[in-house]
């Protein structure tokens, strides 16, 4: 299976400027495709006895190379590359709205997740240094996955992956005033060594509350830092745009929201590798998690917790680990149902937070209740 890898470059004054470049062609072929397929589909839609076929992303290149990189010069001061796979990105984008799983492609703005892929030779020459093609070699804060191990947490080992990472390509990307580096690699999945099951339930003041009757606290990041982000976004509303204020003002506001980011995926990816890493069996509810963002109410409570996220997460680590993930269909009552006896009750409200069972006055946390009535369907 393939695996990804992201960690934070330090760059030279030069290589800030060379990144901006790649960012800037990237976007704006980008840009210049949409233009291009959206004016396509309107003829289309006006025109439908004559209509022109809608191009691929070796055609839209072809275009590019013909109409507008002959007109900028600075197409040339990048790798040729950039601005192929950024065509490539627009026609998957294309792709996705056409199956109905994503909406229609967006026009990009300067500063706002830049970002651009180079392809070719990319070598790991050791630790902390990593070369690419055009820009040359960039080093990294951290150590990269020269001869990549699949760590293993609480077992007596773990596997190496290959003896090389040999990445076929690398995305780069800004947050803030920081820039990553990311690839992918190859990794073979491991062997679970347990056959347990455990059932995981997910909350809004909790995180998530287990069969085994351990509750985990969300981060709760955005909570936390929510006067703070308020504040700054108050202080920047009179700044001139593009003035040099303005521009301190909006890294530091993209900073903490990195920081926000930063603490709510950390929190998860401890918790998705116990629980993948030490359980055979991880059985969840397929929330509506789009239906419960809906709650005006709620919404902001869900998405501080990262419910997508989580369960991201647990899909590919169940697969690294060698564990199973069971997912129950969202219209299971494991809430409504006794643990004890099995007793379906007709309704409960989200102010009740004790189940208590009219059959065998049973009484349990509702959240420890679901938990307990997930582990039982894969046990």
């Given at each position: ?74 197409y040339y001061e990048v790798s ?178 990195r920081k926000i980011a930063n ?117």
């Amino acid at each position: 299976m393939l695996l990804g890898f992201k960690t934070e470059l330090k760059l030279t004054n030069q290589q800030r400027t060379a990144f901006a470049k790649h960012c800037g062609v990237a976007r704006h072929a980008w840009n210049w495709g949409l233009g291009l397929t959206k004016q396509i589909l309107d003829h289309n839609k006006a025109n439908p006895d004559s209509k022109i076929k809608f191009p691929s992303a070796i055609d839209l290149h072809k275009w590019l190379v013909a109409l507008v990189k002959s007109e900028h010069e600075w197409y040339y001061e990048v790798s040729k590359s950039t601005p192929q796979q950024a065509l490539m990105a627009l026609r998957e984008s294309w792709k996705r709205y056409f199956n109905k799983t994503a909406g229609v492609p967006k026009f990009k703005k300067k500063g706002q997740r830049d970002s651009f892929t180079l392809e070719g030779t990319v070598k790991i020459l050791g630790n902390n240094k990593i070369q690419v093609p055009v820009i040359g070699v960039l080093k990294t804060y951290e150590r990269l996955p020269f001869g990549f191990a699949v760590p293993s947490v609480g077992k007596p080992s773990c596997r190496a992956v290959s003896p090389q990472v040999k990445p076929k390509s690398v995305t780069i990307s800004r947050q803030a005033d920081r820039w990553f580096i990311s690839f992918r690699l190859e990794t073979e999945a491991q062997e679970s060594l347990y056959t347990n099951v455990i059932g995981v339930a997910l909350g809004v003041k909790v995180l998530v509350t287990l069969s085994t009757g351990e509750v985990v606290e969300g981060a709760k990041s955005y909570k936390k830092y929510e006067s703070k982000l308020s504040r700054m976004q108050w202080l920047n509303r009179h700044k001139i745009i593009g003035s040099a204020n303005w521009k301190k003002a909006q890294i530091k506001i993209a900073s903490l929201h990195r920081k926000i980011a930063n603490i709510r995926k950390d929190t998860l990816h401890k918790l998705t590798t116990m629980l993948t890493n030490n359980h055979g069996v991880v059985v969840i509810e397929d929330l509506n998690v789009s239906g419960m963002l809906a709650n005006q109410r709620l919404s902001k409570s869900i998405a501080d917790m990262g419910f997508y996220e989580f369960r991201r997460q647990l899909t590919y680590k169940c697969e690294l680990y060698g564990s199973k993930l069971v997912v129950v269909d969202r219209w299971f009552p494991s809430s409504k149902t006794c643990s004890n006896c099995g007793t379906k009750k007709e309704t409960l409200t989200l102010k009740e937070r004790m189940f208590e069972c009219g059959h065998c006055g049973f009484s349990l946390d509702r959240d420890l209740n679901a938990a307990i009535n997930l582990s039982k369907i894969a046990s």
